[in-house]
């Protein structure tokens, strides 16, 4: 059973748009919802997280909703550059120490 | 380097040998998980340790898989008997208790 369900598989955008990450959860404990970036070779890096209280968290060009009734949270990547190029995964614990449930993930390019 | 880092970066084993992986938490850390990422999905978990003594336990970690923590410092990871399925990157991530956790960059095992 995938606890933490992202669309889509893949995802490719012009240099300047919006990049839209989408995901859903069914464990309705989940209180911490990351969002890591995977470049080749490296591991997950955390990018922005959000708790269930707020419905919205801004950090730059990266933007997460958060729709706790619906169990739905996304990822929107402002002006997207190339370097943003990268496997996203959203995910989601009970606590921020817990043991974290991945989704599965969503290859990115940027077009140049 | 304050980062986790594990060791070795890469592995190439016989099916049926034994292989060990280490890591090495950041400083002070006293949270330490090892995650197995396949290609093209995400990252799953294994195990965790607090301090020396390890929580919990994924129903993924076979009785061929072993970890330890001695002395809450340093991790290994062995894997007895190695089958092409355990071809995969094996990550390490470290956290203070109620933070969020590191990432290391992962050792890549390919059993041939």
């Known amino acids: 059973q995938q606890q933490v369900k992202q669309s889509p598989q893949s995802l490719i955008v012009q240099k300047g748009g919006i990049s839209i990450i989408n995901c859903a959860y069914e464990?309705?404990?989940?209180?911490?919802f990351p969002w890591y970036q995977q470049f080749p070779g490296k591991g997950p890096a955390l990018l922005i997280a959000?708790?269930?209280?707020?419905s919205e968290k801004k950090e730059g060009r990266f933007t997460i909703s958060f729709n706790k009734s619906a169990k739905q949270f996304s990822l929107h990547i402002m002006d997207s550059q190339p370097g943003d190029s990268a496997t996203y995964f959203c995910?989601?614990?009970?606590?921020?120490?817990?043991?974290?449930?991945f989704g599965k993930g969503t290859r990115l390019h940027i077009l140049p | 380097d304050t980062g986790v880092s594990q060791d070795p970066r890469h592995k190439i084993t016989k099916r049926g040998q034994n292989v060990t992986f280490r890591c090495d938490p950041i400083?002070?850390?006293?949270?330490l998980y090892w995650y197995r990422q396949t290609l093209g999905q995400g990252p799953e978990f294994l195990t965790y340790?607090?301090?020396?003594?390890?929580?919990?336990k994924s129903r993924l970690l076979s009785d061929r898989f072993s970890a330890e923590r001695p002395k809450g410092s340093f991790s290994t990871l062995e894997i007895q008997r190695t089958e092409q399925g355990d071809s995969a990157m094996y990550l390490c991530?470290?956290?203070?208790?109620?933070?969020?956790?590191?990432f290391g960059q992962g050792t890549r095992l390919t059993v041939v």
């Open positions: 464990n309705t404990a989940f209180d911490y």
């Open positions: 959000i708790r269930p209280d707020v």
């Open positions: 995910a989601a614990s009970i606590g921020r120490d817990d043991k974290i449930i």
């Open positions: 991530a470290s956290s203070l208790r109620e933070m969020v956790a590191f």
């Open positions: 400083s002070e850390h006293n949270r």
């Open positions: 340790f607090q301090n020396e003594a390890q929580l919990e």
